[in-house]
T-cell receptor, first 115, second 113 residues
Framework: GAGVSQSPSNKVTEKGKDVELRCDPI?????LYWYRQRLGQGLEFLIY????????KSGLPSDRFSAERTGESVSTLTIQRTQQEDSAVYLC?????????????FGPGTRLTVL | GDSVTQMEGPVTLSEEAFLTINCTYT??????LFWYVQYPGEGLQLLLK?????DKGSNKGFEATYRKETTSFHLEKGSVQVSDSAVYFC????????????FGRGTSLIVHP
């Protein structure tokens, strides 16, 4: 079946503009995660959705960052008033609620460049 | 808090050489340990894992043993191939709850023919 997909694959924007990144999880996966990967760094957790529960937003770096997910489907990560420090690869992952609970399946990422 | 430390890269090897990528962790208790691999232009893929002390995870010729005495989970492969060139991430997470892993910084592996 299809894996996790993300769009766009690359996004170049000007400082101060808003951007919206999209993630399509694997069908049936109730958990969805967003991470940020800066050049040469590990993955930085941003936000976690589990079913219809309130999301865990503890990793969002500022109030310019927000994310939404409707039910167990698509999620969007929005960055308002982008700054150069927001340049990174944004990775989405999904996980099934049963079976191998620890395994997350990652999308290919969106590379964001803020000029 | 939890942390994962990996050896800095890049690691550059010739084909058929032996590979070791060191990983140590800091955590209170015994988390599950993972190695993920990220090939160029792709997302992370789970390579192998171990959920308790002395477990050995293995996949595609790679293996790693969970050593609680040294809080380590070093990745090894006896004979690397050019196709193994990628970035390797060590991570830990806890059973139950949100399963949000703590990742190391990643180690780039470059294998030359």
């Amino acid at each position: 079946g299809a894996g996790v997909s993300q769009s766009p694959s690359n996004k170049v924007t000007e400082k101060g503009k808003d951007v919206e990144l999209r993630c399509d999880p694997i069908s049936g996966h109730t958990a969805l995660y967003w991470y940020r990967q800066r050049l040469g760094q590990g993955l930085e957790f941003l936000i976690y959705f589990q079913g219809n529960s309130a999301p865990d937003k503890s990793g969002l770096p500022s109030d310019r960052f927000s994310a939404e997910r409707t039910g167990e489907s698509v999620s969007t990560l929005t960055i308002q008033r982008t700054q150069q420090e927001d340049s990174a690869v944004y990775l989405c992952a999904s996980r099934h609620s049963s079976g191998d609970r620890n395994e997350q399946f990652f999308g290919p990422g969106t590379r964001l460049t803020v000029l | 808090g939890d942390s994962v430390t990996q050896m800095e890269g890049p690691v550059t090897l010739s084909e058929e050489a032996f590979l070791t990528i060191n990983c140590t962790y800091t955590a209170t208790g015994y988390p599950s340990l993972f190695w993920y691999v990220q090939y160029p232009g792709e997302g992370l893929q789970l390579l192998l894992k171990a959920t308790k002390a002395d477990d050995k995870g293995s996949n595609k010729g790679f293996e790693a043993t969970y050593r609680k005495e040294t809080t380590s989970f070093h990745l090894e492969k006896g004979s690397v191939q050019v196709s193994d060139s990628a970035v390797y991430f060590c991570a830990l997470s806890w059973e139950g709850g949100s399963y949000i892993p703590t990742f190391g910084r990643g180690t780039s592996l470059i294998v030359h023919p």
